[in-house]
């Protein structure tokens, strides 16, 4: 990984990984054959250093994911203009890891974390959903191999 350009900026891990827990959504790019970068806002949970996204059983990042299970995905936090600065406060980061669908014995806590996360005022509706929905969804979790977060504030 290159060194970051701004490091005083650099955030550190823990930083970096509270970002994760908190931030709702991020954006996972992909490379298929045609190595044609894919990258598409989604919504993630994130339990003991893994991410984890839900999707249709068929589609573009599936189709790349087959061919190529290096992955990035970035998010970002609060951001503020500071117009008369024509600059900008803001916290991201960048993960880099690997793509792996998960086998249907390994959906339902990851899909119990995106209940709790995004509805957690409908937890016993939740639980319902999923089991009527798991067979239908793909769960994909992605190992981090690496990260680097990057703050002005």
Known sequence: MKIMRRIER??????VLELLKN??????????ED??????????????????IHCAGVGSKLDNISV???????????TKVLQDQFSTEYESA???????????????????????????????EGQLY?????????LIKI???SFSGKHRL
């Open 10 to 15: 650099q955030m550190n891990d823990v930083e």
């Open 23 to 32: 931030t709702e959504y991020g954006i996972l790019s992909t490379c298929g």
């Open 35 to 52: 190595n044609q970068p894919y990258g598409i806002p989604l919504s993630y949970v994130f339990i003991d250093k893994n991410i984890y």
């Open 68 to 78: 190529n299970d290096k992955v990035s995905f970035t998010i970002v936090g609060k």
């Open 94 to 124: 960048i993960i880099f890891g690997r793509a792996i669908m998960l086998a249907e014995e390994e959906k339902y806590e990851p899909l119990m974390e995106f209940i709790r996360k995004y509805s957690p005022d409908f937890i016993k």
């Open 130 to 138: 999923i089991d009527r929905a798991k067979e239908k969804t793909t």
């Open 143 to 145: 190992e981090i191999y």
